[in-house]
């Protein structure tokens, strides 16, 4: 049976390896197909342990991480990412950016899922001002020849969770790809739900 703790700043710091391993293992799949280096996460992880409000809640089978979420306040984000809503016209001092959710593939299908978002948006709702819960996904092709026959998108997962796409916020983020030589620009469209 899974358990989760939730952490932030400082104490993130004993996690950051496996937290690192886990993001370059489940997103090097569809469809993030991700080739990572672990300088780059220990780098991109930093961002968690230093922003004030940040959140990572850890999915444990008995004491070996085994999942991981990330959020924190949009206005600690990068351009990449605030600046689709503030062109859009959201305040993003108003608006909690939930990061990545990754789990290894043998956990999925036990409530993690669910979890990751419930604690998180707690957290959110439980900082002044924050009004709204935001993530972003990237965007692949139905024919992309790396899409396995049996893959399922999590849009309907999402929507249960409230979420709704917001196709006119979108963003692209740069890595590296499997079979990529250098990093390339992703499409990424951002999904959003209302916490009042």
């Not at 990529?180 to 959003?192: C, G, L, R």
Request: hydrophobic fraction near 40%.
């Amino acid at each position: 049976m899974l358990t989760f703790k939730c952490l932030s700043g400082a104490a993130l710091r004993q996690y950051i390896d496996e937290l690192a391993q886990l993001r370059m293992q489940v997103f090097r799949d569809f469809p993030y197909l991700y080739d990572g280096d672990a300088v780059y996460e220990a780098r991109y992880l930093s961002t968690y342990i230093e922003a004030p409000d940040s959140i990572i809640v850890l999915a444990f089978d008995g004491t070996k991480a085994v999942g991981a979420s990330t959020g924190v306040p949009l206005k600690y984000e990068t351009a990449e990412v605030k600046q689709p809503f503030i062109e859009a016209g959201f305040d993003p001092e108003c608006i909690f950016y939930c990061g990545e959710s990754v789990l290894l593939p043998q956990y999925r299908g036990q409530g993690a899922g669910v979890a990751f978002f419930d604690y998180r948006e707690a957290h959110a709702s439980s900082i002044a001002g924050i009004t709204h819960s935001c993530f972003c996904a990237v965007e692949r092709q139905a024919d992309h020849p790396a899409r396995p026959a049996d893959f399922q998108p999590l849009n309907t997962f999402w929507q249960h969770r409230g979420y709704q796409k917001c196709a006119d916020l979108t963003t692209t983020f740069s890595w590296k790809e499997v079979g990529e030589s250098e990093e390339s620009a992703k499409p990424m469209t951002f999904w959003m739900k209302s916490l009042s």
